[in-house]
T-cell receptor
Framework: KQEVTQIPAALSVPEGENLVLNCSFT??????LQWFRQDPGKGLTSLLL?????REQTSGRLNASLDKSSGRSTLYIAASQPGDSATYLC????????????FGKGTKLSVIP | GAVVSQHPSWVICKSGTSVKIECRSL??????MFWYRQFPKQSLMLMAT?????????EQGVEKDKFLINHASLTLSTLTVTSAHPEDSSFYIC???????????FGDGTRLSIL
């Protein structure tokens, strides 16, 4: 059974710092990996999707990498801003012909002005 | 970008009431929709997967007679919590996907509180 772990559970950084969030998964046979942002009491906003054949994806100040063989992904946030404060969730899709995602518990990020 | 609308955003009702939650994809056709449940400080737990025009597939431990899912069109899925009890209080989130290996797009969730 696929398990997804995110470390750290919480992170607090001063504004302007670059930071890295980590995600690991136990079964490397994945089809894609997705990073989401969740604001308190809200649903999820998709940030980046990395297909299993890709090594990284970039969107603005965000860069996500994927090392499928070692079961790891990182989300790099450059020049953090208070508006980046949220919980970041990593999810992997391991279902052939299926779309099911297995989620980690998330990293709660606080960017201090 | 892809937009998923979930309604209502907040429901408070008495024990024994049935509650219906709607999930709509506004600007794309969703081949598959998903229903998740999230407890405080926990991650999302998949409850069921529904494909348009067919019966939903429920995850182990999820009562299909309690959580009725209907996916009658490519833009609408509904979750009905039947005879809700306080232990059903939770945050329910839907998502929709346009196809295989496509991103899931999430609604804003429904906070369900059963008194």
């Amino acid at each position: 059974k696929q398990e997804v772990t995110q470390i750290p559970a919480a992170l607090s950084v001063p504004e302007g710092e670059n930071l890295v969030l980590n995600c690991s998964f136990t079964d490397s046979a994945i089809y894609n990996l997705q990073w989401f942002r969740q604001d308190p009491g809200k649903g999820l906003t998709s940030l980046l999707l990395i297909q299993s054949s890709q090594r990284e994806q970039t969107s603005g100040r965000l860069n996500a990498s994927l090392d499928k063989s070692s079961g790891r992904s990182t989300l790099y946030i450059a020049a953090s801003q208070p508006g980046d404060s949220a919980t970041y969730l990593c999810a992997v899709n391991t279902g052939a012909g299926s779309y099911q995602l297995t989620f980690g518990k998330g990293t709660k990020l606080s960017v201090i002005p | 970008g892809a937009v998923v609308s979930q309604h209502p955003s907040w429901v408070i009702c008495k024990s024994g009431t049935s509650v219906k939650i709607e999930c709509r994809s506004l600007d794309f056709q969703a081949t598959t929709m998903f229903w998740y449940r999230q407890f405080p400080k926990q991650s999302l737990m998949l409850m069921a997967t529904s494909n348009e025009g067919s019966k939903a597939t429920y995850e182990q431990g999820v009562e299909k007679d309690k959580f009725l899912i209907n996916h009658a069109s490519l833009t609408l899925s509904t979750l009905t919590v039947t005879s809700a009890h306080p232990e059903d209080s939770s945050f329910y989130i839907c998502s929709a996907s346009a196809g295989w290996n496509q991103p899931q797009h999430f609604g804003d969730g429904t906070r369900l509180s059963i008194l």
